[in-house]
């Protein structure tokens, strides 16, 4: 019996979010710090000294810790929900919440859902709707649920705005439909992202624990977030077009010291010291969260972000500065 709850257990994952030291602003000492996800709990399960702690009786997984980490800091396994979108294909997927009683494809809390989903659905042009319950009476989230949902909704919409083609996507309240649809097993998950097809298990979405990053890869710095975000890009915008993905700038009086990568939370920012002592900045944009880490922690604060990006601009490192002299 107990075999079969450690199974049923490890189905559906841990609920305290996995947390990476090195992207956080606080472990960072980026100027100012970070306290979102402390601010936002709606249990005061979050607690910051010089990293993020997260207590798990406290923790309902309702994931509002996650969607305002500007760094990637605080993650949950987001193929889960792309597989379940990515299940429902041409016929429209639908995601509740688990307190909502419409069933289906649901999640613990809407709080789960980040711009990733929304821009992977727009990319496949799934018209995605999104059911809560009575938030303001709910204990699992917050009752700005639904708000935060939107601006959420409206951040995808920026990004999917270089394509030409928003996602089609609708937030209401569960009004007594019981739902019925694919259900997607962890095991069927990545199949799913790939061919739009799983097995039927369970209504929750099941999701993988999450394993550590290892730092020394440099591809696993990257947050899965926005890896998806810019993976689900779809179509591919014209080099030439705008893209909304905030990334910084140096503007003249650059002192060239080391700041800006050392609080980088991604380590997107590289610095190169050239033999005869010039200083080479490059950015890594896919890898770049638009955290303001290094604007805000630029001593002469030259350092400013643009909102928007051209395209093209993602095919190699983009050039930040070149020609300081450190001797």
Wanted: proline share 9%; with cysteine; glycine share 10%.
């Amino acid at each position: 019996m107990l075999e079969g709850m450690f199974k049923l257990l490890g189905e559906y994952g841990n609920p305290v979010p996995r947390y990476t030291g090195q992207r956080c602003l606080v472990e960072r000492m980026a100027v100012g710090g970070c306290d979102l996800c402390q601010q936002v709990c709606p249990h005061e399960a979050v607690s910051i000294d010089r990293g993020v702690s997260i207590d798990p009786a406290k923790c309902t997984s309702c994931g509002l810790c996650v969607q305002v980490c500007p760094s990637g800091a605080l993650e949950y396994d987001v193929t889960a929900t792309l597989g379940a979108i990515k299940a429902h294909g041409e016929s429209g997927a639908t995601l509740t919440c688990s307190q909502s009683g419409a069933g289906g494809q649901s999640l613990t809390c809407l709080g789960r859902v980040t711009p990733s989903a929304v821009v992977a659905a727009g990319g496949w042009d799934i018209e995605l709707t999104l059911l809560h319950g009575d938030c303001p009476s709910c204990a699992v989230g917050r009752p700005d649920v639904p708000e935060r949902l939107a601006a959420v909704v409206a951040d995808a919409q920026q990004l999917r705005a270089a394509t030409g083609r928003p996602a089609r996507v609708s937030i209401r309240k569960a009004a007594g439909e019981q739902l019925k649809g694919p259900q997607v097993s962890r095991r069927g998950m990545f199949g799913a992202l790939a061919r739009g097809a799983g097995r039927v298990v369970a209504q929750v979405i099941p999701e993988s624990p999450l394993p550590f990053v290892d730092w020394s890869v440099p591809e696993e710095r990257r947050p899965a977030e926005w890896l998806w975000r810019r993976r689900a890009l779809k179509p591919t915008p014209a080099p030439d077009t705008l893209v909304a993905w905030a990334s910084p700038r140096i503007e003249p009086g650059c002192i060239d010291c080391p700041v800006c990568t050392n609080v980088c939370p991604t380590e997107a920012i590289e610095r190169e010291v050239e033999p005869d002592g010039r200083i080479t900045l490059h950015l890594d944009l896919a890898a770049c969260t638009g955290c303001r880490a290094c604007a805000d922690s630029c001593p002469p604060q030259v350092i400013v972000m643009s909102p928007e990006v051209p395209e093209g601009y993602f095919a190699a490192p983009m050039l930040l500065r070149e020609g300081g002299q450190l001797f």
